[in-house]
């Protein structure tokens, strides 16, 4: 990115923020929906499981009849589902096979900073010459070459999280071809609630791509001439809905009660959802950091980029033969549907969504606590067009703030323009939005808020166990690749 600190590589540029696909694209709701495979360990020696990824190039066929390469954990999009149990610590070793660089992020995770996938803590591909490996002056990154282990305690309770992308610059790019998965986290609370499960718990990875006549992702490249970069600022939209890595697919249901773990793993796209048909809800059960309280019901459900909800959803009403289609409210026409389930037959359900559904409980906000302000706004900035935090492109070598570990804070999250905002490390609970109560999509730990234009959200945050530097950004992609992110330290 021309806006980028230091990109080790050939620009991949802007474009238009709405791309439009130049392949032909296939009739809704054909391809049933696919379910990731779950991550099995190599092997588990006291207590750690131990598992193996390999980063890697794959051609998939994603559009019916079309070829589309994608960089995949293990060669996949989404990558492998890691399903584990909380506490129990998770070692992963990720192998570079791709041709560029890379960082893991386990994006919820309660990580260790050397595992927690600082951008410059690149993993370089093997047997290659890479120049700027050593990142020189530009902040020191931990590289590796080959091979890194993540290692992650899972010291958190029950939540959906997910892994992606993290590399400095290029983020949205290895992102958007193909590099995110699941990362699941359950425990005895969860386990204990008669919630829909086995083959009636689905995860929903959101992802909207374009596509190349010949079937290739397509995304801005430098060749795009000028006058695209004030374009790409926005972020990048496509107009193909994939869920689990499928254009508008289709689930076949019992007439029964469904969990879905909702991901918008989009770069830079938001979600209304709604159900066009019948009398199903969406009954919020869980949020980013887990379960809520109580369960709220949504007649529709806004989801940023990187934001999760656990949801169930009863289809016990509808008769077998209904068909019912996921919209966006957000968009019209094909980019306005997401994925169809098609009620098959009644069917026993001994599941239900009970009134309370965790020791969850919101913190009451003590007085007198540390109050920082972050302020997401276009802008330059150390010499660099884009968008900015408190007025700082991102910059590896500056802390923007030191954070006392165990300690509740008040932290303001101001903007221009729609912004999702992510925390590291840990989750958050949300005070205030627009100087009044939280929004219905608040509730629980969150790690990642949907903040709209010209609004303040006030959110509680404390951090516990581990020191070092973590960030703070934009989960809209390319804003974050185009610096609006900041480096903290917990001391
Ligand atoms: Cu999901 Cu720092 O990111
Ligand atoms: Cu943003």
Redesign the pocket.
Same mark, same amino acid.
């Given at each position: 990115l021309t806006l980028a600190n230091c990109g080790l590589e050939t620009s991949p540029a802007q474009s238009a923020e709405l791309l439009k696909s130049e392949a032909p694209l296939p009739e809704a709701f054909k391809v049933p929906l696919p379910i990731p495979p779950v991550k099995m360990p190599l092997r588990t020696q006291a207590g750690i499981d131990y598992y193996r990824v390999v980063q890697q190039k794959a051609s998939l066929e994603i559009l019916p009849g079309l070829k589309t390469e994608i960089l995949g954990y293990d060669g996949l999009l989404p990558g492998p589902t890691f399903d584990v149990r909380s506490g129990r610590t998770t070692v992963v070793e990720q192998v570079n096979h791709l041709d560029v660089p890379t960082a893991v *992020?386990l #994006?919820g995770g309660h990580t260790p900073a050397a595992s927690d996938g600082w951008p410059l803590d690149l993993l370089m591909p093997n047997g290659e010459h890479h120049e700027h490996a050593g990142h020189g002056g530009m902040g020191g990154g931990d590289v590796a070459t080959g091979s890194r282990k993540y290692t992650y305690p899972n010291t958190q309770r029950a939540a959906t999280l997910w892994y #992606?992308d993290?590399r400095m610059d290029y983020t949205a790019p290895q992102v958007y071809r193909g590099l995110f998965g699941l990362h699941l986290i359950r425990d005895a609370e969860e386990d204990a609630l008669p919630l829909p499960g086995g083959d009636r718990e689905i995860p929903l990875v959101l992802a909207d791509r374009a596509f190349a006549a010949d079937g290739s992702f397509l995304y801005p490249a430098a060749t795009d001439g000028p006058g695209v970069e004030a374009k790409y600022m926005e972020g990048v939209i496509g107009d193909v809905m994939l869920v689990n890595g499928a254009p508008w697919p289709v689930l076949e249901v019992d007439a029964a009660r469904y969990r879905f773990r909702i991901l918008n793993a989009s770069n830079a796209r938001r979600f209304e959802l709604a159900l066009d048909s019948g009398p199903a809800r969406f009954v919020q059960i869980g949020s980013d950091g887990g379960l809520l309280g109580a369960p709220v019901e949504h007649k529709t459900l806004v989801v940023a980029p990187?934001e999760r909800f656990d949801v169930v959803v009863d289809f016990s009403a509808y008769q077998p033969g209904t068909e019912v289609t996921l919209l966006n409210k957000l968009d019209s026409g094909r980019a306005g549907q997401v994925m169809r389930f098609k009620v098959m037959r009644r069917a026993g359900d001994d599941s239900n969504v009970p009134a309370k559904l965790s020791s969850y409980a919101a913190v009451p906000e003590p007085s007198g606590l540390i109050h920082r302000e972050w302020r997401f706004r276009r802008g330059s900035a150390n010499g660099h067009q884009g968008w900015t935090i408190n007025g700082k492109a991102f910059d590896p070598q500056k802390m923007q703030a030191s954070v006392k570990l165990d300690q509740y804070e008040v932290w303001s999250f101001v903007t221009d323009v729609h912004h999702p905002v /992510?925390i /590291?490390l840990a989750p958050f609970q949300v005070l205030r939005r627009g100087g009044g109560k939280p929004g219905p999509y608040d509730a629980g730990w969150k790690d990642t808020v949907d903040i709209r234009p010209a609004e303040v959200v006030d959110v509680l945050v404390r951090f516990t166990a581990h020191k070092g530097k973590y960030?703070i #950004?934009c *989960?809209n992609l390319e804003h974050e690749d185009m610096a609006m992110m900041a480096a903290f330290e917990t001391v």
């Open positions: *992020h #994006h #992606h993290h990187a /992510h /590291h960030l #950004h *989960h």
